[in-house]
């Protein structure tokens, strides 16, 4: 069995590139397809796939400017020659499910949310779009969602990453899906004994306007309370600007100043809604509660009154008197990382291979073959993989 991985671009390893990388573990001889691709970024287990691009990888300025060309995705995909693979394992949240699947070949789409941008957030995206891009945005993404809808046919199976986004595929796609929620590596992490946690409390992730960050840092210039933030994107200026001297914003931080300050601060505070949003289960495999806003993923994976608190709405007074509730509460950190250790990455593989298998029993009407070597354009074969390809 021959198996292609597609995912929508490879500039950064957050939580969807660590899906792509169990996925390659699992599949080692499976070869990786993407829009652009930054090789430095990669992992050492992704740099040992071949990894081929769409010709939006030879576009100016791409591994920069690939959102820009977002309208040429979908014709991007559509030209991806899939001919030869019998699995193709789609990782969706910017465009990736759309290829077009070879006859035999079985498609299973891992959805971590269909994309934001034109459907559930499209107007708080338009909102804080420039000028030009405001006045083009109804056009392109009417487009956009028409060709994102019919390219759901081409989808054998749907694996959604949360209830959360099930819930959307089914809305926007008319489809129903399986829930997987993504592998965290639980044991990068650990907590400290209680003498070293700190006074602080810790805001992580990227700091963009649908994650409300903003409210945060104002809540914690009204309360006194300490706060470290850690996170680079386009608000950090802003919010340096208004944060106040109990407010420390650190911008982007090497894996062991965030693991650091994950196991010592007094709680992890997320105050947006995501699909279902990795670092609550990272701060809880610390020991450590979350305060999170209580819809999307947060849902799934923080317990109220049990690894965390909730706040029903994304205000200030609302995620203040969530802190103060949290200081009330007797957490015990070992239960804290008990809860946190169900989301492994052992798990996700089990339940992955069972959803693949299914998917693959559904079409063929037989048991799926083991994997084998993939093909490469032209019936190649990589029978090396010390030494990447990148086309």
Not at 4 to 14: E, K, S
Not at 229 to 252: C, D, K
Not at 280 to 308: H, I, K, L, Q, Y
Not at 348 to 366: K, L, N, S, Y
Request: include cysteine.
């Amino acid at each position: 069995m021959r198996v292609a991985i597609i995912h929508y671009w490879l500039v950064g390893m957050r939580g969807g590139e660590k899906v792509i990388e169990a996925l390659a573990r699992m599949y080692p001889e499976a070869d990786i397809f993407t829009h652009v691709v930054v090789p430095e970024i990669l992992t050492e287990e992704l740099r040992k796939h071949t990894i081929k691009t769409s010709f939006i990888a030879k576009l100016p300025r791409a591994p920069r400017m690939y959102k820009s060309y977002l309208p040429l995705m979908p014709l991007a995909l559509e030209q991806l020659d899939l001919r030869g693979y019998d699995l193709i394992i789609s990782s969706e949240s910017g465009p990736a499910k759309g290829i077009v699947p070879p006859e035999g070949a079985v498609h299973v789409c891992y959805c971590h949310s269909p994309m934001r941008y034109i459907w559930n957030m499209y107007h708080d995206y338009r909102e804080g779009a420039g000028r030009l891009a405001k006045l083009s945005m109804p056009l392109l993404t009417h487009y956009l969602r028409l060709w994102d809808e019919s390219s759901a046919a081409r989808v054998d199976r749907f694996v959604a990453n949360s209830s959360t986004v099930a819930s959307r595929i089914r809305r926007y796609y008319r489809r129903e899906s399986g829930v997987v929620h993504p592998p965290v590596d639980i044991d990068a992490f650990a907590p400290v004994a209680p003498e070293e946690v700190g006074d602080y409390y810790l805001m992580v992730g990227e700091l963009v306007r649908y994650k409300r960050p903003d409210i945060a840092v104002r809540a914690f210039n009204r309360t006194g309370r300490r706060l470290v933030v850690i996170g680079g994107g386009e608000m950090l200026a802003e919010l340096r600007q208004i944060a106040g001297p109990t407010v420390e914003m650190l911008g982007s931080q090497p894996f062991a100043q965030l693991r650091h300050h994950y196991a010592r601060a007094r709680g992890l505070i997320f105050p947006g809604e995501e699909d279902f949003g990795i670092v609550p289960v990272e701060a809880m495999a610390s020991g450590r509660p979350v305060v999170a806003f209580g819809r999307g993923g947060a849902t799934e994976t923080v317990v109220d009154g049990r690894t965390g608190v909730f706040f029903d709405e994304q205000s200030e007074e609302a995620l203040i008197d969530a802190i103060a509730r949290l200081e009330q509460l007797p957490l015990d950190p070992a239960d804290i990382v008990l809860h946190a250790r169900q989301f492994n990455p052992a798990r996700f593989e089990h339940q992955m291979r069972e959803a693949i298998a299914d998917a693959w029993m559904q079409v063929h009407g037989r048991p799926m073959p083991a994997a084998g070597p993939a093909a490469g354009e032209g019936g190649a074969v990589l029978s090396s993989r010390r030494k990447p390809a990148y086309a």
